[in-house]
């Protein structure tokens, strides 16, 4: 090999050597300080755009669980209502059975329809409750429960209409309903059975959003578990990258050190 003294080619080649390690360390601290092996587009560009679609869509079933705990409540809430309904007809039920005893004078009628009154005026409360300003009753709507918001796929709320004569207690809220006497048993038992009938739908679409919502956790579950696959850092593997790119880089310093020193030497032999 010649000995030269206008080209340092071993400086050179260790000095690039040594660039290179220092960059690589660099990187292994940027990403062990970080917690990702993204840190940059460039570490991984087509991972950087699957994490990214993979996040929204994790996002969107977090909000989806959201919406899916409102109606739950919406639901829950409407419930109570309806136990309520459920209780103030038990109530006329007796009142109408003990209305029928011809024992009763006429003032133990009245205070019957006293009481009886005062239950259907809180029938009529009870049918103008509202969740978050939404009326628990006569409304319906629908909610998404799968990320890509598919009609198809969304949990519907039926319209408990209570103030129906047909299907809730209209026929005993009635405004030309005064008396007991107005009433018949068999319109009090029907008016029972709509609402255990409202009762009935209700628990079926809350079992639905229960499951619904299951789902959606799992989902999210897993896509978070994608997302750390291609962006969290492996710990273990990169303090090993960084453990070498940190000898390597001493490594090169100590070279360049000797690369350097060696065009001293050509000069000994100049100077004698």
Do not use: C
């Amino acid at each position: 090999m010649s000995v030269v003294i206008s080209s340092n080619i071993a400086a050179e080649v260790a000095a690039n050597n040594l660039a290179n390690s220092n960059t690589m360390l660099h990187e292994s601290l940027d990403k062990l300080s970080s917690g990702s092996k993204i840190v940059n587009p460039a570490d991984d560009a087509g991972g950087l755009a699957v994490s990214m679609k993979l996040q929204a869509t994790s996002d969107r079933d977090g909000a989806l669980q959201n919406n899916v705990s409102d109606t739950t409540s919406y639901l829950q809430t409407q419930d109570g209502a309806l136990q309520v309904a459920a209780s103030i007809l038990d109530r006329i039920s007796q009142l109408e059975t003990l209305y029928q005893d011809p024992t009763k004078n006429t003032s133990d009628l009245a205070n019957y329809d006293d009481e009886f009154s005062q239950l259907q005026s809180e029938l009529t409360s009870v049918a103008n409750e509202s969740f978050n300003n939404v009326s628990l009753f006569g409304t319906s709507f629908s909610v998404d429960v799968t990320d890509d918001l598919s009609s198809a796929s969304a949990v519907t709320v039926a319209a408990q209409d209570l103030t129906s004569s047909t299907t809730g207690i209209g026929t005993l809220t009635a405004s030309g309903v005064t008396s007991l006497s107005d009433l018949s048993l068999s319109e009090v038992t029907n008016a029972i059975q709509n609402v255990a009938t409202m009762r009935a739908t209700n628990g079926a679409e809350q079992s639905r959003l229960t499951f619904a919502s299951q789902l959606l956790t799992t989902n999210q579950t897993n896509l978070n578990s994608a997302i750390s696959s291609i962006t969290d850092v492996d710990v273990a593997q990169e303090t090993t990258n960084l453990a070498k790119w940190n000898v390597l880089v001493q490594a090169g310093t100590a070279m360049l050190t000797q690369a350097n020193q060696s065009a001293q030497n050509t000069l000994k032999l100049i100077t004698g």
